[in-house]
């Protein structure tokens, strides 16, 4: 069920319930139905929080990777360019 679905359920519950406490009626069924639905509610934004943090995880891992990645390359430039200028250099006549 989306969440504007049971949002919208949810007020209707509401209404009802509000509806039957005005006419002194027993509330119990509408009391329950309310919770059923807001442990839905709850359940759903919950499932969204787990959702986002996995996607977080998933982010960082990555961002992780390509930093590492960059510091190998970084790396290797240096090594390169190091192993070049020492195949280069002049030697100096002491």
Do not use: C, W, Y
């Amino acid at each position: 069920m989306s969440n504007v679905d049971l949002t919208s359920k949810i007020a209707a519950a509401k209404l009802a319930l509000n509806t039957v406490l005005l006419e002194g009626g027993d509330t119990s069924k509408h009391r329950a139905s309310l919770r059923a639905l807001e442990g839905e509610q709850q359940k759903l934004d919950a499932a969204v929080v787990a959702q986002e943090a996995a996607q977080r995880v998933a982010k960082e891992a990555a961002a992780r990777l390509i930093n590492e990645d960059a510091a190998r390359l970084l790396e290797a430039r240096n090594n390169r360019i190091a192993a070049i200028a020492t195949r280069f250099a002049i030697p100096s006549n002491a």
